[in-house]
T-cell receptor, first 115, second 114 residues
Framework: AQKVTQAQTEISVVEKEDVTLDCVYE???????LFWYKQPPSGELVFLIR??????QNEISGRYSWNFQKSTSSFNFTITASQVVDSAVYFC????????????FGQGTELSVKP | DAGVIQSPRHEVTEMGQEVTLRCKPI?????LFWYRQTMMRGLELLIY????????DSGMPEDRFSAKMPNASFSTLKIQPSEPRDSAVYFC????????????FGQGTRLTVV
């Protein structure tokens, strides 16, 4: 069975602080894909990043960075120098090659960045 | 590309009524997902299709829910009869292949059953 756990339900930080959102996953698949999505207050779901299970290189995109560690089954997301516009719910998701394409999400972490 | 299109954006209905939510996936995408989002349960996968065929409907809550995909460009999610606990935001998403690309989401349908 597949499972994604985002243990942090809510996080509140002050602008310019760094913040890390945790994601832990479970799968028996040897090939799988991990994703992060952002859901701003307007409600749409916006894709941020995709990672496959064979690529453990960390990725940086501007203020965003992702740390993928197979040894701990984690795919954590860090926002550096957070801004008010980063306030949103962030979802981690998993899709495995033996699950017929099933895409499942964690419960989400609501990030509030205060000025 | 217009993206994934869902209709209606908002639906208010009375308990017991039939509700039909509609989704037009992105042209050329062959996987389609229906999700339900609530505060209590987060983003739940209800059902997904690949090449118009339902692959996994284990997330469909009960027999009152049904989903169809009669062709590659259209899908419906029907609730009959609706109940207040069905109130949620329902999202449709599509992606071009089975598992190694991101899914693109529609704007969602906010359903309120009174």
């Amino acid at each position: 069975a597949q499972k994604v756990t985002q243990a942090q339900t809510e996080i509140s930080v002050v602008e310019k602080e760094d913040v890390t959102l945790d994601c832990v996953y479970e799968t028996r698949d040897t090939t799988y894909y991990l994703f992060w999505y952002k859901q701003p207050p307007s409600g749409e779901l916006v894709f941020l990043i995709r990672r496959n299970s064979f690529d453990e290189q960390n990725e940086i995109s501007g203020r965003y960075s992702w740390n993928f560690q197979k040894s701990t089954s984690s795919f954590n997301f860090t926002i550096t120098a957070s801004q008010v516009v980063d306030s949103a719910v962030y979802f981690c998701a998993l899709s495995g090659n033996n699950q017929g394409g099933k895409l499942i999400f964690g419960q989400g972490t609501e990030l509030s960045v205060k000025p | 590309d217009a993206g994934v299109i869902q209709s209606p954006r908002h639906e208010v209905t009375e308990m017991g009524q039939e509700v039909t939510l509609r989704c037009k996936p992105i042209s050329g995408h062959n996987s389609l997902f229906w999700y339900r989002q609530t505060m209590m349960r987060g983003l739940e996968l209800l059902i997904y299709f690949n090449n118009n065929v339902p692959i996994d409907d284990s997330g469909m809550p009960e027999d009152r829910f049904s989903a169809k995909m009669p062709n590659a460009s259209f899908s419906t999610l029907k609730i009959q009869p609706s109940e207040p606990r069905d109130s949620a935001v329902y999202f449709c998403a599509s992606r071009p292949d089975r598992e190694n690309t991101e899914a693109f989401f529609g704007q969602g349908t906010r359903l309120t059953v009174v």
